[in-house]
């Protein structure tokens, strides 16, 4: 078993920046790959950044070059940094781990931000 436990977010201005973290403990040898997905009120969750075991990054193409996902040398710990915030960004974002069989996820937090 994992547990997600994230923390970060909140409310910021337009071109703001937030940071995103989303510490796994337990059985985190099972997980294949980290993602930070989002869901805004009325839409389907959606993938913002995943990155792989061994370091590989994938994007939506709404967030390139201004979101960057890492994780830290224990694997133990994802973060998303988010730079020049829009409006659009406002959701609650939830960090997932990926394995075979069924996946984790944590707890959602929510990110707003003004115009």
């Known amino acids: 078993q994992v547990q997600l436990v994230q923390s970060g977010g909140g409310l910021v201005q337009d071109g703001g920046s937030l940071r995103l973290s989303c510490a796994a403990s337990g059985s985190i040898r099972s997980i294949n790959a980290m993602s930070w997905n989002r869901q805004a009120p009325g839409k389907q969750r959606e993938l913002v950044a995943i990155?792989?075991?061994?370091?590989?990054?994938t994007y939506a193409d709404s967030v390139k070059g201004r979101f960057t996902i890492s994780m830290n040398n224990a694997k133990d710990t994802v973060s998303l940094q988010m730079n020049s915030l829009k409006p659009e960004d406002t959701a609650v974002y939830y960090c997932?781990?990926?394995?075979?069989?069924?996946?984790?996820w944590g707890q959602g937090t929510q990110v707003t931000v003004s115009s």
């Open positions: 990155i792989s075991s061994d370091g590989i990054t």
């Open positions: 997932r781990g990926h394995r075979t069989g069924s996946d984790y």
